[in-house]
């Protein structure tokens, strides 16, 4: 498969007949329709508020870690990828991560709004084996705007269960995972491998 494959697979899905909006910074949207008590307690909700954005340099969006998280894994154990941490990322392709077969799991990424309004944006997964795409997810992460309070938000993806089997046991599965707008605008993009077993390891 060739690398223009792997890039139609990580392109966003559309929606047909929509077209995003022209992009407003969090000030204006602010003082859109500001007289509406509702829409402004829906837009502080956002941290949609006048004077909250900072100065729009830099990614909209900055991915922070992802993680499975699953209630069969064992007590005080974590799967967590910091995606600053690129070298824990690459070694995943020497030593992959291990997932109990047939259990549900779920994934979650924490990120930050750096400045502006995001809506549109997409957490797309594409897994292969030995080259052939097994799976594909594309996700909503939903509107936000810069966190008031700094913190970054999380955003908990729909359950999904792990293959089972002797031949889903067999061989290593290559992951290539986006973050993107609907504008085509990628704010993260890395890859990791995972191997299925018996036991979570």
């Known amino acids: ?6 890039q139609d697979d990580l392109k966003p899905s559309n929606t047909p007949g929509y077209k995003p909006g022209a992009a407003k910074s969090a ?3 602010a003082r859109l329709d500001a007289e509406d008590e509702s829409l402004a307690r829906w837009k502080a909700s956002l941290g949609i508020v006048p004077g909250a954005s900072t100065e729009a340099s830099g990614p909209k969006v900055t991915v922070l870690t992802l993680e499975l998280a699953s209630p069969t894994l064992p007590s005080g154990k974590e799967i967590i990828f ?7 990322l690459a070694d995943t392709k020497k030593n992959p991560i291990v997932i109990k077969e047939g259990v549900e799991y779920n994934v979650r990424i924490t990120f930050k709004v750096n400045h502006s309004i995001i809506s549109g944006v997409r957490y797309i997964q594409v897994v292969k084996r030995a080259g052939v795409k097994v799976d ?3 996700q ?3 509107s936000y705007g810069p966190s008031p309070d700094g913190k970054p938000y999380a955003k908990n993806f729909e359950p999904e269960e792990s293959p089972s089997g002797m031949l889903a046991r067999s061989g290593t599965y290559h992951v290539k995972s986006r973050v993107v707008d609907d504008d085509g605008e ?3 993009d890395w ?4 191997k299925l077993a018996k036991e979570w390891a």
């Open 191 to 194: 890859e990791w491998y995972f």
């Open 1 to 6: 498969m060739s690398a223009h494959d792997d």
């Open 140 to 142: 909503m992460l939903g």
């Open 82 to 88: 910091d995606l600053k941490d690129t070298a824990r």
């Open 186 to 188: 990628v704010y993260a």
């Open 27 to 29: 000030d204006e949207y």
């Open 136 to 138: 594909k997810m594309e």
